[in-house]
Nanobody, 125 residues
């Protein structure tokens, strides 16, 4: 089993930046991908970005391109989500997740096997 722990959330002003971390532990993190999702109150969980753990390929939806960047450190078994030009609408709980595959559907929650507990990001206007 894989344990995922997010960190780095907090309160930031609009226009600011924030970087989240996701540390993986447990059995060898052999998942093919790490993804980031977010969920605002009363809304469905929304895909933010994913990275192929083996080759570093990334998938960032158009809505997040230019502001959000996903990265990884294989040696540290840690993934990162770098967020810039933050807006109040980015306020949400951010989750990282592990998937055993990479390909079509990587933006869907059903593609992921393990989830962290989330970290709160609040962007003030």
């Amino acid at each position: 089993q894989v344990q995922l722990v997010e960190s780095g959330g907090g309160l930031v002003q609009a226009g600011g930046s924030l970087s989240l971390s996701c540390a993986a532990s447990g059995r060898t993190f052999s998942g093919q991908a790490m993804g980031w999702f977010r969920q605002a109150p009363g809304k469905e969980r929304e895909f933010v970005a994913a990275i192929n753990w083996s080759n570093g390929n990334t998938y960032v939806p158009l809505s997040a391109q230019g502001r959000f960047t996903i990265a990884k450190d294989n040696a540290a078994n840690t993934g990162y989500l770098h967020m810039g030009s933050l807006r109040p609408t980015d306020t949400a709980v951010y989750y990282c997740a592990s998937s055993s595959r990479w390909g079509p559907g990587i933006g869907g929650t059903s593609s992921y096997d393990y989830w962290g507990r989330g970290t709160q990001v609040t962007v003030s206007s």
